[in-house]
C-alpha cells in the first residue's frame, strides 16, 4: 500500500464509524482543498451518495471564486449542501482582535446549529501538521456541552478502537484527515482529479494557499500554476501553510484561545 | 511504504521534547520564523530557550513547562518520512502517552544519564509491549550532565537493556547523546564520545525497518455494518489480514456461517476482483445471510475461536480500583459487548515487573484480568490477530482501561481443530435427545423461589420427553459436598463442584436445573467457564423482606435468632447478576407464571434449535443467534 492508500483508507474507516456509531451527524465543507478532499471520500466511502448533510458556515465574506465553486460542485454531484449563517460580527465579543472575529462567527454558528439540529457529531477536516494545537487532537474528539474543547482533559484514544458516544447534550467533533499532511492533501487532490477552487493556482505570481474570509486572508508569493508545481513547492517550501491567515498570528495564544472555544 | 511512526517515551525530564526539537532544527524541518516565534515566546515567560516548546503548544504547557498531551510532527529527509508522535512523561498523564504509543510503529526511549532508569522508563517500557510497539531506538540522553562519561554510559545501557528484554521490547540501537548540546542526534561520531562509534539518533531511526501488513495470512475484517445501495447490502469493513476475492470461502462469526463473496464494490464504479490487508472495502455476499456490525468475517480455513470468557493484560486508567464482580462495556473491533471481570489474577509491580499478589488494580496499573461476557464472542488473541484482539472498557461514558486479549477461555475452538468424530458424537446426541445439552442455572436469595420453579420445570420439561435433573442444596450437600459447611471459603469451594458436575451434565447432552443461591459473582462466572456456551444464567429475584416474609423452611427465623451464621440475605452479602441471560422476578409474576416464562426461555435456546424446522443445532456455537 502507498502512503495515500494507507490514509484513504483509514479515513473511509473513520468515516464509516461515524456514520454507525453517531446521529444526527453532519460534516462541515468550507469548500476548500482539505474539506473537499474529505468530501471525496464521504462519497468514497458511502459509494456515491453521503448519507449526511453538508455544511457550510457561512459569514458571506468568502471570496466571490468560492461560492461559485460551491454551487458548480452542489450541482454536478447532488450534493445536500446547507448554509448555515453565522451571527453578525456586532454579536461577537468586541475584547477579541479584529482577525480572530470572523473565526468567532463560525464558532459561534456552529453552536447555534448544533443546538438547533441536535447534533451528536460534526465531521471536520483538519489536520495536524496544520497548527500545533490541532496536531493535539484526538479523531473522535468529544466537545463540553457549548462545543468548546478542554484539551487538558482529553481522554485516550487508543489504536483505532473509537470511543464514539457523549452525554447528551454534547456532540463529537469528527477528524477524519487528523494524519494527513498538506501535500498528502495535494497528491491526492492530483491523483484522484479533485475539483478545487481555481484560487490555489498562481496568477500574477500570487497564489492562496489557505482560504479564508476575503478581509483576513492573504495571497503568498507563487509561480505554481498547476498541482505537480504546487507538490514541488511544497516539497521546498519553510513557509508555514497558515502564512497568510491574519488571525494566527495576532498573538502566541490566538489559535489556542479559538480552539478551546470550540472553532475549528 | 516507507512512512514510519515513532513515538518519543521516557520518564518525565529526560529530554524527549528537547531531542526532537533538536533533530527538526538540525534537519531543517521547522519552517521559517518559528526558532524567532519560539524565542519571543521564551523571552515573554523569562526563561532561557526551550525547545521543547516546538511541540508544547498549548498555554498550560509552556506555563508549567511540561507536556500534557501527545502531538505529533512531520520529519523529513531525502530517505524517510518520520511521524514523530512526543507523549509525556508524566504519571499523570499516561492516558496521553498511550494515546500516542498507540499509534506508533516504533519507540524512540530516552534515559537520563545521570537519573538513570526511573520508574516511568520502566512503566512505558511496559507499556510499549502492552501498546503493540515491538522495538525501540534508546537514547541514554544528558550525557553532558555526567562528563561524556563511557562507564556511566555503559551502565545504563545494560540496565536499560535488561529492561526492554523483560518488557518484550527489542532495542535495535543505543545511543549516548546529548540532545542540549546536539551531541549525536542528527550526525554521528561525536567528538564529546570517542568511545561511542554507532549511528546518531536520526539514522538509527532511519534504518527501522518498515510498517508490516499482515497480507497472506488469516482474513480478518470487523464489519462496521451494512449499508443498502441500489438493492445491494454491502458489508463494509477495513481488512485487517490477509486478502479476500469474489468467490472467496468465508465464515461470518460468532454465528459461524458460510458464504461467499459475490462481489466487491467500489466508488467511482469499476470492477474490483481482490482486496489486501490495509484496504477499506465494501462487498456482497451470495445469499441473504444475516450479517451486521460487530460480527467478524474470516477465511474458512482459520475461523476465530469463539467463547465467554478470555484472559487480558491491560492497563487501568479508571478513578476507582478494578475489582473481580465489576462489570464494564468492552468495545473491541467493531463490536460491543458488557463483561464481568471473573478473575484479577495478576498486577504488575513496576519495580520488578512481576506480580505483586494484589487483586485489584489501581489507577495506572498493568493488570492481568479474566472477563466473563453473556454474550458469544470472537476473541482472536493478540498474538494471532493484534487489531482483533485490542480492546477498551468503558465504565459509563468514561474509558477506564485499554488492553489485549492474551487468551481465549473454554472457548469452543476453530473448526479446524476440533475432532470430527466429536462434532458429530454432540449433533447425535442433541438429535436423540431432541434439545442441547445445557446447563440452566437458577441464582437468588434463599426463598425468591429457586427449587419451587426448578422441580415444577423438572417435571415439565421431564413429561415432553426431555432429559433434565435437577441439582440443588439437598441433593449435593449430603454426598458430593458433604465435607463442606457455609462459611465463604467452602461456598466457593461447593459451587464450584457444582458447576464442573453440571457441565458434564450438559455435556452428556442433558439439560442440567442447577439451583442454589450461589451469591457470588465469581462463582456463577467459573461455571460459566465451566460450561461455555451451554451455560444459561436466570436470576430468581426477589426482594429480601419478601423472601424473609415467605420463609418456607424457617431459614430467615434460625438465622434472625443467630443460629445460622454466614446465612445470605441477613449476614452474608448476595451480588446480583450483571448480565444474566434470563430475570425472573417472583414478586410480580406467580409460581406458574415463572415457570411458564422459564419454560419458554428453555424452549427458544435449548429445544428450538434441534426441532424439525428449527435452526440446525450447530455443534460448534448452539446459540448461534446472541440475544
Redesign the interface.
Known amino acids: 500500500m502507498t502512503l495515500l492508500d494507507e490514509l484513504e483508507a483509514r479515513s473511509i474507516a473513520i468515516l464509516r464509524e461515524a456514520y454507525f456509531r453517531v446521529a444526527p451527524l453532519a460534516m462541515l465543507w468550507s469548500m476548500g482543498k482539505d474539506s473537499t478532499a474529505l468530501l471525496w471520500l464521504a462519497r468514497k466511502a458511502f459509494f456515491g451518495s453521503v448519507p449526511f448533510p453538508l455544511i457550510l458556515l457561512d459569514t458571506e465574506m468568502e471570496l466571490p471564486e468560492v461560492y461559485a465553486f460551491r454551487d458548480e460542485l452542489t450541482r454536478a454531484w447532488n450534493l445536500d449542501v446547507r448554509s448555515e449563517l453565522c451571527p453578525p460580527e456586532s454579536s461577537i465579543d468586541p475584547t477579541l482582535q479584529p482577525a480572530t472575529r470572523a473565526a468567532a462567527r463560525k464558532t459561534a454558528g456552529l453552536r447555534d446549529l448544533v443546538a438547533r439540529e441536535k447534533l451528536r457529531g460534526v465531521i471536520v477536516g483538519i489536520r495536524r501538521d496544520e497548527q500545533s494545537t490541532r496536531a493535539k487532537e484526538r479523531v473522535f474528539s468529544p466537545r463540553l456541552p457549548d462545543g468548546a474543547w478542554d484539551p487538558k482533559h482529553q481522554p485516550p484514544e487508543l489504536w483505532d478502537v473509537y470511543h464514539t458516544e457523549v452525554a447528551d447534550g454534547r456532540h463529537v467533533r469528527v477528524h477524519p484527515l487528523l494524519d494527513w499532511t498538506e501535500v498528502d492533501v495535494w497528491r491526492y487532490t492530483q491523483r484522484e482529479g479533485i475539483p478545487i477552487v481555481s484560487l490555489y493556482l498562481a496568477r500574477d505570481g500570487k497564489r492562496y494557499r489557505s482560504l479564508g474570509e476575503k478581509n483576513i486572508t492573504l495571497p503568498v508569493d507563487s509561480n505554481a500554476a498547476t498541482i505537480e508545481e504546487i507538490i514541488a513547492e511544497l516539497e521546498t517550501t519553510r513557509q508555514p501553510e497558515r502564512a497568510g491567515r491574519v488571525m494566527d498570528h495576532e498573538s502566541e495564544d490566538a489559535f489556542e484561545r479559538l480552539r478551546t472555544g470550540g472553532y475549528m | 511504504?516507507?512512512?514510519l511512526r515513532v513515538v518519543a517515551v521516557g520518564h518525565v525530564d529526560h529530554g524527549k521534547s528537547t531531542l526532537i526539537g533538536r533533530l527538526l532544527h538540525e534537519t531543517?524541518n521547522?519552517?521559517?520564523?518559528?526558532v524567532a516565534?519560539l524565542r519571543?515566546?521564551c523571552d515573554?515567560r523569562g526563561v532561557a530557550f526551550e525547545w521543547s516548546f516546538v511541540?508544547d503548544?498549548?498555554?498550560?504547557e509552556r506555563d508549567q513547562a511540561v507536556t500534557?498531551?501527545?502531538?505529533?510532527?512531520?520529519l523529513r529527509t531525502a530517505q524517510r518520512?518520520i511521524?514523530l508522535i512526543d507523549a509525556p512523561g508524566h504519571k499523570q498523564f499516561l492516558?496521553?502517552m498511550?494515546?500516542g504509543a498507540?499509534?506508533a510503529d516504533a519507540a524512540l526511549l530516552l534515559v537520563d544519564a545521570y537519573e538513570g532508569v526511573s520508574e516511568q522508563t520502566r512503566r512505558h517500557a511496559l507499556l510499549l509491549e502492552l501498546?503493540?510497539v515491538p522495538r525501540a531506538v534508546v537514547a541514554i540522553n544528558k550525557m553532558d550532565l555526567v562528563g561524556y562519561d563511557a562507564r556511566r554510559y555503559a551502565e545504563i545501557r545494560a540496565d536499560t537493556e535488561r529492561l526492554l528484554e523483560r518488557a518484550g521490547v527489542t532495542a535495535t540501537a543505543f545511543v549516548p547523546t546529548s540532545a542540549w548540546e546536539g551531541e549525536n542526534v542528527v550526525s554521528a561520531g561525536a567528538a564529546s564520545m570517542p568511545f561511542y562509534s554507532g549511528p546518531s539518533v536520526l539514522e538509527a531511526l532511519l534504518a527501522l525497518p518498515a510498517r508490516a501488513?499482515t497480507n497472506g495470512a488469516a482474513l480478518r475484517i470487523a464489519v462496521?455494518?451494512v449499508?443498502r445501495?441500489d438493492l445491494q447490502r454491502?458489508i463494509?469493513?477495513?481488512i485487517e489480514s490477509g486478502e479476500l476475492g469474489v468467490g472467496t470461502e468465508i465464515v461470518i462469526s460468532p454465528a459461524r456461517r458460510s458464504a461467499r463473496i459475490a462481489s466487491l464494490?467500489?466508488?467511482?464504479?469499476g470492477e474490483k476482483v481482490t482486496a489486501?490487508a490495509?484496504?477499506?472495502v465494501?462487498f456482497t455476499l451470495d445469499g441473504p445471510f444475516f450479517v451486521d456490525?460487530g460480527d467478524v468475517i474470516s477465511d474458512a480455513q482459520h475461523v476465530p475461536p469463539i467463547g465467554h470468557s478470555f484472559r487480558a493484560r491491560l492497563l487501568w486508567?479508571g478513578s476507582r480500583p478494578l475489582q473481580v464482580g465489576d462489570t464494564y462495556g468492552l468495545?473491541?473491533?467493531?463490536r460491543t459487548a458488557k463483561v464481568e471481570v471473573a478473575d484479577v489474577e495478576r498486577v504488575i509491580d513496576i519495580e520488578s515487573l512481576e506480580g505483586d499478589g494484589r487483586r485489584e488494580a489501581q489507577a495506572n496499573d498493568v493488570a492481568e484480568v479474566v472477563f466473563t461476557g453473556a454474550q458469544s464472542l470472537p476473541l482472536d488473541a493478540v498474538a494471532d490477530h493484534p487489531?482483533l484482539a485490542?480492546?477498551?472498557l468503558?465504565d459509563g461514558?468514561?474509558?477506564v482501561a485499554?488492553g489485549t486479549i492474551l487468551a481465549a477461555l473454554g472457548a469452543q475452538a476453530a473448526s479446524d481443530l476440533v475432532p470430527v468424530s466429536h462434532l458429530l458424537d454432540a449433533r447425535a446426541r442433541a438429535r436423540r435427545n431432541g434439545h442441547l445439552g445445557a446447563v440452566v442455572w437458577f441464582t437468588g436469595l434463599p426463598a425468591s423461589g429457586k427449587s419451587t420453579i426448578a422441580m415444577e420445570v423438572e417435571r415439565r420439561l421431564f413429561e415432553s420427553g426431555a432429559h433434565a435433573y435437577v441439582l440443588d442444596g439437598d441433593n449435593v450437600r449430603t454426598g458430593l459436598s458433604s465435607d463442606l459447611g457455609f462459611a465463604p471459603e467452602d461456598r466457593h469451594e461447593n459451587i464450584r463442584r457444582v458447576g464442573e458436575v453440571a457441565a458434564l451434565f450438559a455435556d452428556s447432552g442433558a439439560i442440567a436445573i442447577a439451583s442454589f443461591i450461589s451469591p457470588y459473582r465469581t462463582d456463577r462466572a467459573a461455571a460459566r467457564r465451566a460450561a461455555g456456551t451451554a451455560f444459561h444464567e436466570i436470576y430468581i429475584k426477589a426482594d429480601p423482606a419478601t423472601c424473609e416474609a415467605r420463609d418456607p423452611k424457617g431459614h430467615y427465623k434460625k438465622a434472625r435468632a443467630g443460629a445460622l451464621p454466614d446465612f445470605t440475605g441477613i449476614t452474608g452479602d448476595y451480588e446480583e447478576p450483571h448480565a444474566p441471560e434470563l430475570v425472573v422476578d417472583t414478586t410480580l409474576l406467580d409460581v406458574d407464571a415463572a415457570v411458564d416464562t422459564v419454560l419458554a426461555y428453555i424452549d427458544e435456546w435449548i429445544l428450538a434449535p434441534v426441532r424439525p424446522g428449527g435452526r440446525l443445532p450447530s455443534p460448534i456455537a448452539p446459540e448461534a443467534d446472541s440475544p
Open positions: 511504504m516507507n512512512q531543517g521547522l519552517p521559517d520564523g518559528k516565534e519571543a515566546a515573554r511541540l503548544a498549548l498555554q498550560s500534557i498531551d501527545t502531538t505529533r510532527i512531520w518520512e511521524v492516558r496521553n498511550v494515546t498507540s499509534d501498546i503493540g501488513r462496521q455494518g449499508l445501495r454491502i463494509v469493513g477495513r464494490v467500489v466508488w467511482p464504479p489486501h490495509g484496504e477499506s465494501g456490525r486508567l468495545r473491541f473491533g467493531t487489531g485490542r480492546f477498551i468503558l461514558l468514561d474509558i485499554g
